[in-house]
């Protein structure tokens, strides 16, 4: 009974486990510019992005000063034109989130006189976890950046593997 008891409780963190993992590949959270920048005058915004690969239900985290810069999203024309005018939201936390909720194209820049003629300004492309393959955000992935692949089916892995210890642990115990 007692190894039978401990083996449960082995199965059921592997299932805990299982299921934090499922969580994780939900999404991630990426700091916009970092590790090497952030949301300044000097990163190399189509550079960053072309090495990371956005899907629904990541988040970008806009990170700054406050009395230095502020975050515009906008269309493309406006993106284009360094024009904050017909802008979908704009965000001055210094600390912003933004959630990379469905499948396109979405432009920022910072609002301030110049500093989007400066280079300050990102296109972040949004595409479904199928077809990430091609496109300008594609290559190659960033190793620290990249998601559990197969999150689904190492999931079910862990539980087939948890289920059988349960019932190789009956089969013993009883
Ligand atoms: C994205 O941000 C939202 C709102 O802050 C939060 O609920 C969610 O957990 C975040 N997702 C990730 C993947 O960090
Ligand atoms: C965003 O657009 C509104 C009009 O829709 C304007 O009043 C506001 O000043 C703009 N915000 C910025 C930061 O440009």
């Known amino acids: 009974m007692e190894i039978r008891r401990a083996l449960v409780v082995i199965a059921v963190v592997a299932m805990a486990a299982a299921v934090a993992q499922s969580a994780a590949a939900a999404g991630m959270s990426y700091t916009v510019g970092a590790p090497d920048g952030l949301w300044d005058m000097h990163t190399d915004y189509a550079d960053w992005v ?4 956005f899907h629904p239900g990541d ?6 000063s406050r009395e230095l810069h502020d975050v515009v999203e906008v269309g493309k024309a406006g993106y284009d034109a360094c024009s904050s005018a017909n802008n979908v939201s704009a965000f001055r936390s210094g600390n912003d989130v ?12 910072c609002g301030l006189t110049g500093h989007c003629a ?8 949004v595409v479904d976890a199928a077809s990430s393959a091609g496109g300008p955000n594609a290559s190659p992935p960033v190793a620290s950046s990249g998601r559990a692949v197969g999150g689904l089916g190492a999931v079910m892995m862990m539980g087939v593997q948890a289920l059988s210890l349960v019932a190789v642990v009956g089969g013993m115990a009883f």
């Open 50 to 53: 072309s090495r990371r690969t």
């Open 59 to 64: 988040n970008i985290t806009f990170t700054y």
């Open 98 to 109: 933004v959630t990379l909720a469905a499948p396109g194209t979405r432009y920022f820049l």
């Open 118 to 125: 400066n280079g300050m300004k990102i296109a972040i492309r």
